[in-house]
């Protein structure tokens, strides 16, 4: 009977782990992956999570989605799993972007990256020079179009892959 109960409880505690970190591993990406006009645009600077030059904000070209996050940020956590099944399917057709704001330090970023999954590039701005291009709070997704002029700001949680894919073909014009 004890073992029965070790048993029940191992797999009780087990079943409890967060949905967010399904066992899904994620890769800091190399910001060379990202489209952006290479002539000075003007505009504030972010770095890039993989430690590579960073990039103008104002310089970014879509059609490409840009998530606004933070590793401390619990709804930005939410989040994660619909931008990686959203990701899946929409990769090839349009760009994904994370910007990591407000982090102590980049490997905090890093280490959010790789333990959720996340598989696209994403820069990060330890100096808050995309508070101006981005406003404060987090999350915020942007949708970019190609001439690089955001179509559309979600201020707040996406709460359905539906939802992101909805506002995509909406803002952008791309169907997933």
Known sequence: ?????????????????SANNES?????????????????????????????????LSALRGPMVIN????????????????????????GKIELVGVDVEEAKAQDGRDFVISHGMTWPNLIDTKGNSRGYFGMGVPVTWFVGADGKAAYKKIGVIKSEAELIELTQKYLGVKI
């Open 24 to 56: 899904a591993s994620g890769k800091v990406v190399p910001c060379g992956e990202i489209t952006f006009e290479e002539k000075w645009v003007g505009g504030p600077m972010t770095d890039c999570l993989d430690g590579s030059k960073g990039i103008q």
């Open 68 to 91: 606004v996050w933070g590793s401390w940020c619990a709804p930005c956590e939410d989040e994660i799993p619909i931008f990686r099944d959203f990701y899946a399917k929409a990769k």
């Open 1 to 17: 009977m004890k073992v029965l109960g070790a048993l029940l409880l191992a797999l009780t505690l087990t079943s409890c782990a």
